[in-house]
């Protein structure tokens, strides 16, 4: 019922930016919103009728945060701010740039997500998703240093920064939770305890918000910071533009 109710909102929200934005590519990202919902309902039906197989289950997580991601950039790029601001740029000379590390924030945690989504669905061990962890907390953690130290006064890039490095801690402080509930009080459990169940679902939840403020983040940097290239004039040395 809960999934049905999303799909109709999601249809709404499809048909309605389709017929009052003006921004072409909104309405293409109102319609992606609507396929990825789609999408999900096939994969949910399939991870049911196959007694979630892990392949199956961890693609039907993948996409259901993808969808959640989808959301919150339409909520962003149809907010009062995002129409009505004028956008402080800031050149980005650094190498990798800004908007560089947030894409690779968002890589690594759909890596992160995959892994954990095949570990809770019994398709690998644990190991590589504890291991990717730490991949993540360094990316994230450089990303976000990074976007508060350089950029302290932009505050659409300052503060996503902030809330993605408070998600990440509080996201590994419940890993490791639900790694003890999970691997090691659980183990032997012939049935999900509620301590397992409750750690479970706010690691995924967290998680959740920490990937979709990423996405936040990767949006104003573009916005805000875009990247600074060298131009080659005849005659002269390589200049910034």
């Known amino acids: 019922m809960v999934a049905e109710f999303i799909g109709l909102l999601t249809i709404i929200l499809s048909v309605w930016t389709w017929r009052v934005e003006k921004r072409r590519w909104l309405r293409i990202l109102g319609l992606a919103a609507l396929a990825t919902v789609i999408t999900q309902g096939i994969l949910g039906g399939l991870t049911v009728l196959f007694f979630?197989?892990?392949?199956?289950?961890?693609?039907?997580?993948?996409?259901?945060?993808?969808?959640?991601?989808?959301?919150?950039?339409?909520?962003?790029?149809?907010?009062?701010?995002?129409?009505?601001?004028?956008?402080?740029t800031e050149l980005d000379q650094r190498r990798p740039a800004l908007f560089t590390l947030t894409l690779l924030s968002i890589f690594v945690l759909y890596v992160q997500l995959v892994l954990g989504a095949m570990f809770r669905h019994h398709g690998m061990s644990w190991w590589p998703h504890v291991i990717n962890a730490g991949v993540v907390a360094l990316v994230l953690a450089w990303t976000a240093v990074r976007a508060i130290s350089v950029y302290p006064q932009v505050d659409a890039v300052r503060r996503p920064a902030i809330a993605m490095l408070g998600l990440m801690v509080a996201q590994l402080c419940l890993g490791f939770l639900a790694f003890i509930t999970r691997v090691m009080w659980g183990r032997d459990a012939a049935q999900p305890e509620l301590p397992m169940v409750i750690s479970t679902v706010v690691h995924v939840a967290v998680g959740a918000l920490l990937l979709a403020t990423t996405v936040v983040l990767a949006i104003q940097v573009w916005r805000h910071v875009p990247v600074a290239f060298e131009e080659r004039v005849p005659g002269q040395n390589a200049v910034a533009a």
């Open 52 to 88: 979630l197989p892990a392949p199956i289950s961890s693609a039907h997580a993948a996409v259901a945060q993808t969808f959640f991601c989808i959301a919150v950039s339409i909520a962003v790029f149809t907010g009062r701010r995002w129409v009505e601001e004028q956008p402080r």
